[in-house]
């Protein structure tokens, strides 16, 4: 067990429609990053936030937005949702804003039907 | 540029000893990491190394790392079936990119 929380484990949903995923990272870490793993792409780097402000971007969609609140914890929302939007997300925290170790979450798996 | 490269299968003997490779290309990463992924399963962190190091033993894992070739290696002694399981090489960007790139992984089967 990793320490990082993420909720719901299993999502199914329609196309069009916006789902939010929610993460909880080790306790004292202030970073969290959110990862997509997909079958064709593999595991992609989204996006980091660091004590509730965005650090570094990654192949994000316009349609995916996440943010960091004052507990810490984070919320990826996806909208407009496509069938290629199926995935596994992973949620990822570390303990600074630097290179340190990031620990990964179970993921929430997304099914866009 | 950005790219991590593994072998997409390996199949050992239970016992035997599994080489997992990997290279990269980015010669700026400061860390390089090995995660592991059981079916279902989130990523487990299983060992990293510095990119000043050549190498890392941590029971039965070692990691060979040549930053000439861009080549990273981890080494699983006396193989087991727990050991099943698809095994990410990762570099960290460092120079304001904190993400990790992963490669595609590689799935280790383990046979009696």
């Known amino acids: 067990d990793s320490g990082v929380t993420q909720t719901p484990k299993h999502l199914i949903t329609a196309t069009g429609q916006r789902v939010t995923l929610r993460c909880s990272p080790r306790?004292?870490?202030?970073?969290v990053y959110w990862y997509q793993q997909s079958l064709d792409q593999g595991l992609q780097f989204l996006i980091q936030?660091?004590?509730?402000?965005?650090?570094a971007k990654g192949n994000i969609l316009e349609r995916f937005s996440a943010q960091q609140f004052p507990d810490l914890h984070s919320e990826l929302n996806l909208s407009s949702l496509e069938l290629g939007d199926s995935a596994l997300y992973f949620c990822?925290?570390?303990?600074?804003?630097?290179?340190?170790?990031?620990?990964f979450g179970p993921g929430t798996r997304l099914l866009v039907l | 540029g950005e790219d991590v490269e593994q072998s997409l299968f390996l199949s050992v003997r239970e016992g035997d000893s599994s080489v997992i490779n990997c290279t990269y290309t980015?010669?700026?990463?400061?860390?390089l990491y090995w995660y592991k992924q059981e079916p279902g399963a989130g990523l487990q962190l299983l060992t990293y190394?510095?990119?000043?190091?050549d190498m890392k033993q941590d029971q039965r894992l070692t990691v060979l790392l040549n930053k000439k070739d861009k080549h990273l290696s981890l080494r699983i002694a006396d193989t087991q079936t727990g050991d099943s399981a698809i095994y990410f090489c990762?570099?960290?960007?460092?120079?304001?990119?904190?993400?990790?790139?992963f490669g595609a992984g590689t799935r280790l089967a383990v046979h009696p």
């Open positions: 936030y660091y004590n509730g402000e965005e650090r």
């Open positions: 980015d010669s700026s990463s400061t860390y």
């Open positions: 190394i510095f990119s000043n190091m």
């Open positions: 990762a570099e960290h960007l460092s120079g304001g990119y904190n993400k990790l790139i």
């Open positions: 306790s004292g870490d202030l970073s």
């Open positions: 990822a925290s570390s303990l600074g804003q630097g290179e340190e170790t990031q620990y």
